[in-house]
């Protein structure tokens, strides 16, 4: 099953530029299309302008647009003169412009209903929801139901666009899904923040003026037990230890003659504090005291480089600050577990502690206090966070003290993959020698280019590239306002950009393995970044939206995977009672449940046939909406590419 898309700026795009070339068919699209139906605001402001244009007889042409506009003082906001022309040749061909028109209708009813969707939310349990049915009444699909409206968004996600990494990465995390048979999107996931651990902070990219965005990153990944979460960390991952270990055998003469040296110096100065100690003649004690003091400094100043180390695994914020010092402020926490989040809000120490990580992904200045050792200051910090948890840990980081607060759920960037257990294909065909190979030399490779570096190496932009940053964040910004469509994770959203610019510095060192400091990042790196950005995007919303569910909504979940596991058509309240007892313990918990599912279309009461004769009367029926048992895409089908229907 494809995941339908909310927006298509392409046909955006050339609808627009259809107007601008052909004026007349204007007066038609109008009747199609509403500034509302544009999913990017300057197309919304461009429509408005335009059809007023038209309406008042002033000509609709790219010369007489640019001037009206700039005019108003809106042709900046809106893109510029040359965006207009950018529109123009959009347009594969005008005379299909109404087909554009109907793309662009098409998607805003999708975004309509995903909006239905929260206020139906809110409706079942705090409003009147009567003026919300009114609404969905006019989405009837004609089958008889209504249009199925997801709670929130977590069915119809989109799947991680693996497409968009370099070759060599894709290929793995295509085989690795294969194999273990688990969603694209985990391996995908885990893929990131591979290259993360690799470049751990040895690069960063300079977008303009003193903006840098350091290329590390924070994943997690949600998914129910049983999904073989290890398998897919142990693949993905396993290239890192290697590399760690080479890394290590590398380093250990050195460490050895290191040690070797510290140790010499050390008895040198310890013989040369015991002479001047014994000296017994005054007038030589301040020279040999000189020496020895000039003894201590020496074997003070040498240091014994630590053994590499890229990754660890469930460390307390303590521990990875130490870590961090040791290691030179290059770190990666990666486990198959959550439990991390519940040792930061301070399951030990009983204080949450969350300096080390907030910092470690923002590259601002931390000091560290090592037992025995004076405070460092770790100027530039860059730790890697690669997670992958339950769906109950995500809904209890949103309540540990600090984590929305404080910013950390800001940082991280979710995917909440569709479940295939029980859609798995048995005997699925294993990773292949060659893939992995190359993946494993390649990751290997770009650890050892970066091993090195101390200060990070600068990545630039290409003009082309900048110009697509400049307009994510023309795209963006209005999403963040009041009453934009991110208001609600204005906190996540307003790290967007850079987190999309950092997923773009991966991809440019993952294909320049051993010189990608030595060439800018392209506008093609940028555009595949973005769309990786607009996977996690819709992630993000479906993620803090299952963070605030209420109790009502985290029930109606329950029922829906009940439903989905059994495929039945029609149930009791009896029968729903008995089934999901663990979540629902009580009967009064499942009307506001039962309200909700079918506000949103999943369900329906059946006709009730007539009471007959003494007794318990009949528990109440339910009708399910077949919609909700479309397949889900196999693997194999994400593999290749092909999203549809299996």
Not at 14 to 27: E, H, K, M, T
Not at 214 to 240: D, T
Not at 344 to 357: D, H, I, K
Request: hydrophobic share 45%; net charge negative.
């Amino acid at each position: 099953m494809s995941t339908p898309a909310t927006h298509d700026i392409a046909a955006e795009q050339a609808v627009i530029g259809a107007v601008l070339l052909a004026p007349d068919q204007l007066d038609s699209l109008a009747e199609t299309l509403t500034p509302n139906d544009f999913y990017r605001p300057a197309h919304a402001g461009l429509w408005e302008h335009l059809t007023r244009m038209r309406a008042e007889g002033v000509p609709v042409d790219p010369l007489t647009v640019a001037a009206n506009l700039a005019t108003a003082g809106e042709l900046e906001r809106l893109g510029g003169a040359s965006y207009l022309h950018t529109l123009i040749q959009a347009v594969p061909s005008v005379a299909n412009a109404g087909h554009y028109a109907r793309t662009v209708a098409d998607h805003a009813k999708r975004r309509r209903v995903v909006t239905l969707g929260h206020k139906l939310t809110q409706a079942a349990t705090t409003g009147d929801p009567g003026s919300v049915l009114a609404e969905l009444a006019e989405l009837d699909t004609g089958s008889g139901w209504p249009a199925l409206v997801p709670l929130g968004e977590r069915r119809h996600l989109p799947v991680f666009p693996a497409e968009m990494l370099p070759g060599w990465v894709a290929d793995q995390v295509a085989a690795v899904a294969e194999f273990t048979q688990t969603p694209i999107d985990l391996a995908g996931s885990i893929a990131l923040a591979a290259l993360s651990t690799a470049a751990g902070g040895r690069a960063e990219v300079e977008v303009r003026g003193s903006w840098r965005e350091p290329v590390n990153l924070f994943l997690v990944s949600v998914l129910p037990p049983g999904s073989r979460k290890s398998a897919v960390f142990a693949c993905m991952i396993s290239p890192l230890l290697c590399a760690e270990r080479a890394l290590a055998e590398r380093m250990r003469p050195v460490i050895i003659e290191t040690e070797l040296l510290a140790k010499v110096a050390g008895k040198a100065a310890e013989r040369a504090a015991n002479v001047a100690a014994n000296a017994s003649d005054p007038s030589v004690r301040d020279s040999m005291i000189a020496d020895a003091a000039a003894a201590a400094m020496q074997a003070e100043a040498i240091n014994v480089p630590p053994v590499p180390r890229l990754i660890a695994d469930d460390v307390t914020s303590e521990k990875a600050a130490s870590l961090l010092a040791e290691q030179g402020g290059r770190l990666a926490v990666l486990s198959p577990e959550g439990g991390i989040f519940a040792t930061l809000a301070g399951r030990y120490s009983g204080t949450p502690n969350l300096e080390v990580f907030l910092k470690g992904h923002a590259g601002d200045m931390l000091r560290v206090d090592r037992q025995g050792r004076p405070a460092e200051h770790i100027d530039k910090p860059a730790l890697t966070l690669g997670l992958a948890v339950q769906p109950d840990v995500l809904r209890d980081i949103a309540g540990m003290p600090g984590f929305r607060g404080k910013g950390l759920l800001a940082r991280i960037l979710f995917a909440i993959p569709e479940n295939t257990v029980g859609h798995r294909k048995i005997g699925a065909d294993p990773v292949p020698a060659d893939v992995a190979e190359v993946y494993a030399t390649n990751l290997a490779a770009l650890v050892a280019s970066l091993a090195e570096w101390t200060d990070p190496a600068v990545l630039t932009l290409t003009q082309e590239a900048n110009e697509l940053v400049l307009n994510l964040e023309r795209e963006v910004e209005p999403l963040l306002a009041p009453t934009g469509a991110w208001a609600h994770i204005v906190d996540w959203g307003s790290k967007y950009v850079g987190a999309v610019v950092r997923i773009a510095g991966l991809i440019h060192l993952a294909e320049h393995l051993r010189d990608g400091w030595a060439q800018p990042i392209s506008a093609d790196t940028i555009d595949r970044a973005a769309r990786i950005g607009a996977y996690f995007t819709a992630h993000a919303l479906a993620a803090f939206d299952d963070m605030g569910a209420d109790r009502t909504t985290q029930y109606a979940r329950h029922v829906l995977a009940w439903l989905s596991r059994t495929l039945t058509t029609a149930f009791t309240k009896r029968d729903l009672l008995r089934s999901v007892r663990v979540q629902s313990p009580t009967a009064a918990d499942l009307d506001p449940v039962l309200s909700l599912l079918e506000l949103h279309g999943y369900i329906r009461p059946a006709e009730q046939a007539p009471r007959t004769g003494a007794g318990r009367p009949a528990s109440a029926t339910y009708l399910v909406n077949p919609e909700l048992y479309r397949p889900a895409a196999t693997v194999t089908a994400l593999r290749t590419g092909d999203q549809k229907t299996a």
